[in-house]
T-cell receptor, first 109, second 116 residues
Framework: GQQVMQIPQYQHVQEGEDFTTYCNSS?????IQWYKQRPGGHPVFLIQ?????EVKKQKRLTFQFGEAKKNSSLHITATQTTDVGTYFC?????????FGTGTSLTVIP | DAGVTQSPTHLIKTRGQQVTLRCSPI?????VSWYQQVLGQGPQFIFQ???????GRGNFPDRFSARQFPNYSSELNVNALLLGDSALYLC???????????????FGQGTRLTVV
């Protein structure tokens, strides 16, 4: 359907290790957004990708949009305990917006 | 500047009752969207309003309705509550009518609804 699939569903890493979550769609995406939701919190916008093959960086976070605009990834280098939370990708279509299934990240100190 | 504010923060209702949730967007934002987030799942899109008109609707039954006022605040109404309506209801505001498709959305803290 409209939802984008994310893998993995859960990820536990030692502090300092890297982390990657992948977002996959069966249809071409006009754009993709990434959000972070801390436990007990609300989603917070991280970034939007629009162009095919686009790569954007925010400090230790690297976001990539696939060449075919059907997938995207978020990579965190050297995770910290502050990175804990669930990371969602999301796609817009028409005047609707659909979040991905999310990847819950646990960082072990 | 105040962010997106939602009220109430928590609510307990009985099955069959009706509930109204409220949202005030960030000053200057004309678009408001509503989402339902069941525990352990991602937010599910319910409605988008812009300039007091419904611009988008997700796959929710007619028991769910909403409206946007001249000051751009919004209300979400749910009638004939079911146990399965228990969830965190999130409101998000953004600047443009193209939201939530292509513009950053700012979320409120949500209203935690429990139906018993």
């Amino acid at each position: 359907g409209q939802q984008v699939m994310q893998i993995p569903q859960y990820q536990h890493v030692q502090e300092g290790e890297d982390f990657t979550t992948y977002c996959n769609s069966s249809t071409t995406l006009s754009n993709i957004q990434w959000y972070k939701q801390r436990p007990g919190g609300h989603p917070v916008f991280l970034i939007q990708l629009v162009k095919s093959g686009e790569v954007k960086k925010q400090k230790r976070l690297t976001f990539q949009f696939g060449e075919a605009k059907k997938n995207s990834s978020l990579h965190i280098t050297a995770t910290q305990t502050t990175d804990v939370g669930t990371y969602f990708c999301g796609r817009g279509t028409g005047n609707q917006f659909y979040f991905g299934t999310g990847t819950s990240l646990t960082v072990i100190p | 500047d105040a962010g997106v504010t939602q009220s109430p923060t928590h609510l307990i209702k009985t099955r069959g009752q009706q509930v109204t949730l409220r949202c005030s967007p960030i000053s200057g934002h004309k678009s408001v969207s509503w989402y339902q987030q069941v525990l352990g799942q991602g937010p599910q899109f319910i409605f988008q309003y812009y300039e007091k008109e419904e611009r988008g609707r997700g796959n929710f039954p007619d028991r769910f309705s909403a409206r946007q006022f001249p000051n751009y605040s919004s209300e979400l109404n749910v009638n004939a509550l079911l146990l399965g309506d228990s969830a965190l209801y999130l409101c998000a505001s953004s600047l443009q009518s193209r939201s939530p498709r292509g513009t950053e959305a700012f979320f409120g803290q949500g209203t935690r609804l429990t139906v018993v």
